[in-house]
């Protein structure tokens, strides 16, 4: 019986540190930590990619918003807002307050850190789309979705 609850409070609390590194590996870093692998793609979506400046876009709003309607915005205007390791505010992660490479590809930190391709989304569908632009926001905003739209 002793030996019983050894093991278990071992095997939670190991577990609590296995959960805890898994979630730990996987980071936000920003849209220009992956410029020095995908140089051409960066610039393409610096240049032609109006989500590259889409924190521009409810800044420009925030006087005309309440605190919960800016906040809102973030959740398809910023870098993995809501989620571990992801946009907090403009001083905390300015690296994540644009909608960067990382909204469609996910989490770039284990990517970046042995280029191995298969640590990132690759293959980009009309479904990882649909987060932000579904039909709601489509006619809320009248805009249509773009699969490849100034991206790369």
Not at 73 to 82: D, K, P, V
Not at 89 to 98: M, V, W
Not at 109 to 114: A, K, M, R
Not at 125 to 139: L, Q, Y
Request: hydrophobic share 30%.
């Amino acid at each position: 019986m002793k030996y019983h609850i050894i093991f278990t409070v071992f095997f939670l609390f190991w577990l609590g540190l296995a959960g805890q590194t898994l979630a730990e590996e996987k980071k936000y870093v920003g849209a220009k930590a992956c410029m020095a692998c995908h140089e051409k793609e960066y610039s393409n979506y610096m240049n032609f990619a109006k989500k590259a400046r889409s924190f521009e876009s409810i800044k420009k709003m925030e006087a005309k918003l309440t605190p919960e309607e800016y906040r809102g915005c973030f959740e398809c205007h910023t870098t993995g807002y809501g989620k571990p390791g992801g946009f907090e505010s403009e001083e905390k992660t300015p690296d994540l307050k644009d909608a960067g490479c990382e909204v469609c590809h996910g989490p770039g930190s284990l990517h970046i850190d042995g280029g191995d391709p298969e640590k990132i989304i690759r293959d980009i569908t009309m479904e990882n789309c649909n987060t932000c632009h579904n039909k709601d926001r489509i006619e809320a905003f009248d805009f249509k979705p773009l699969l490849f739209g100034g991206a790369h």
